[in-house]
């Protein structure tokens, strides 16, 4: 009995992983020959019943410039050459087409698609969110940083030297040199505001899409839970009405079955909810930290104006400008600073949590 019944099975498996099921497409090695033909045009539907997305995985070779796998979903994607594509579509089925004209052939394709999980949904928006989060801390301070505390160094023994000095002008060159160098410097990171800034708001809106993504598949748990309390109800309904004990039975298995299932959406839409206000979280405080990075970079345009003029100055031999006190004493900046090392470890604590969230 039990190699009867593990014979069956396995007949079964290898039946539905053919290259005639519903699931799966190939043409040319990947269908068992050597080369597809020339003039070929093969079209095949393929389809999950129930699915609501699917994974479409493709991979082939075809002559680049005139054989195409077409793919028709909720978009047309057609590929030819080298293909070796992952796509993620809507609804529950695909049509695919391939065509060849009557030149050069090659190995062929294969297509497969296999349902899109919510544990595989889940794990794609967080793994989309790591990367965007992690470009806007990339494209932020950490440079910057080290440009800005060498710069304040250097200002500081000026401004010690010029303290202990009694022949200024033994020191004004050093000093005019310093002066002209930090100005270039801030000048050339002030100038990269508007690169930041696009960069940051690329993200954004990748950000943005991953939250609406997870906010539709959330909606998606509540209609579900809905169908199925339905179900429960009507089942419930039809129970106090029935006599026979049999189908009393399977009515009360349906009723405990539906029970489960509607626990089991509630316990993904808790940890969908928790991971949806992580995205709100974590997009308020990466914007904070780009207005703040924006502010910085505006403010160090102004101190490359000041450095510039501060040299113009020196070189008028004017000695009271060396004092540098103007230049050293600038708690703006090293508030700005402060703020956002502080936002820096902020978003850093927020994103291993983010990291540590599983479906």
């Known amino acids: 009995m039990n190699k009867m019944l593990f014979f069956t099975v396995l007949f079964i498996t290898t039946t539905a992983n053919a290259d005639d099921s519903f699931t799966s497409f190939a043409v040319g090695e990947y269908a068992g020959q050597q080369k597809y033909t020339n003039n070929l045009t093969l079209n095949k539907r393929l389809t999950i019943l129930d699915a609501d997305e699917l994974e479409v995985n493709i991979v082939g070779k075809t002559e680049k410039c005139c054989d195409y796998i077409t793919i028709y979903a909720d978009k047309k994607f057609k590929f030819s050459g080298v293909i070796k594509k992952r796509l ?16 050069t052939t090659d190995k062929g394709v ?16 967080k793994k989309q969110l790591i ?10 301070t950490n440079n910057i940083y080290l440009k800005i505390n060498r710069n304040l160094q250097t200002l500081k023994k000026l401004h010690a030297t010029v303290k202990t000095t009694k022949e ?11 002066l002209i160098v930090i100005g270039q410097t801030y000048k050339e990171i002030a100038t990269m505001n508007s690169d930041i800034m696009r960069i940051h708001q690329q ?23 809905q169908e199925y309390q339905t179900l429960l109800n ?21 009723v405990n079955g539906y029970n489960a299932i509607m626990q089991t959406l509630v316990e993904q839409q808790q940890i969908w909810d928790k991971f949806y206000n992580e995205q709100e979280t974590i997009a308020n405080k990466l914007t904070n ?30 000695p009271s400008v060396l004092k540098l006190d103007n230049l050293i004493d600038l708690p703006e900046l090293q508030n700005i600073i402060n703020d956002l090392g502080i936002s820096e470890t902020d978003i850093l604590e927020q994103l291993e949590k983010i990291k540590q969230a599983d479906l």
């Not at 943005?208 to 748990?221: A, F, M, R």
């Not at 930290?289 to 510039?308: C, D, F, P, R, T």
């Open 168 to 178: 200024i002008n033994l020191i004004l060159n050093e000093v005019i040199n310093e």
């Open 203 to 225: 993200q954004f809106e990748i950000i943005e899409n991953l939250k609406q993504e997870t906010s539709y598949n959330i909606d998606k748990i509540q209609q579900k839970h």
């Open 289 to 318: 930290h780009s207005q703040k990075i924006k502010l910085l970079l505006h403010v160090l345009g102004i101190n490359a104006q000041i450095y510039k003029q501060s040299a113009n100055v020196a070189l008028l031999r004017k």
């Open 234 to 254: 009507d089942t419930q309904t039809n129970l106090k009405m029935l006599d026979d004990s049999v189908e009393k039975q399977k009515l009360t298995f349906s």
């Open 88 to 103: 993620v579509v809507q609804g529950p089925s695909i049509k695919v087409i391939f065509k060849s004209d009557g030149r």
């Open 110 to 125: 294969s297509v497969k698609i296999t349902t899109r999980l919510p544990a595989n949904i889940f794990n794609d928006i």
């Open 131 to 140: 990367v965007a989060i992690t470009k806007i801390l990339k494209y932020g």
